[in-house]
């Protein structure tokens, strides 16, 4: 695939390509602060797949746009914690979930993350990434009501990358990129 072919496909990312092959993309909700919800979940496993064939990417930096790198609507994930979704929008949502993540591993190039803001869902997003640059007061949260071995883990060896997954899988408190360098999930957060 061509870099002309999906450029300006995707609604939710912003794509940039610089002539050495650096790809930039900047997640967004019209411009603003990307709001997590069924179109870039569906989107970003397309953006992902098309990012790892295209063989003149050298590099991608992937970056929020706002003061926040990913946040939620407001009630956040209250239809999925209390149930209100159907067998088959559970299935619709998991099928895309393991796309998401299987076609982000399958990016074989290196993978930057630069954080701008706390990451409200999907930290994998950032943690999946070779090198994961934020401040220490950027959050990351796993708030979905999927728990560990709901089939979301790539197998062992997948990527390298790939054992950083759990971190964004954890569910509980919010973790501040100081306590996620202690999880291998941040190796260094920088100063503001």
Known sequence: MQFVDYQAAFK??????SPDGVLTITL??????????????????????AVATDSD????????????????????VGALAAGGVTATEWDTIIREGN?????????????????????AVHSELAVLCDIVLCTP???FQA??????????RPPHGAR?????????RRRGPTRR????????????SLAP
Do not use: K
């Open 12 to 17: 939710t990312a912003r794509l940039e390509r």
């Open 28 to 49: 967004h909700s019209r411009g603003e602060t990307l709001w997590w919800g069924a179109l870039p979940h569906r989107e970003l496993a397309d953006l992902f797949a």
């Open 57 to 76: 990417n050298r590099v991608v930096m992937v970056t929020g746009t706002g003061d926040e790198f990913i946040t939620l609507p407001d009630g956040g």
């Open 99 to 119: 796309r998401l993540v299987t076609n982000l591993l399958d990016v074989e190039v290196p993978m930057i993350a630069a954080v701008n803001g706390p990451v």
């Open 137 to 139: 007061d950027v959050s």
């Open 143 to 152: 708030r979905a009501p999927t728990t560990a071995g709901d089939g979301r």
């Open 160 to 168: 390298a990358r790939g054992h950083r997954l759990d971190c964004s």
């Open 177 to 188: 990129a100081g306590n996620a360098s202690e999880r291998s999930c941040v190796r260094r």
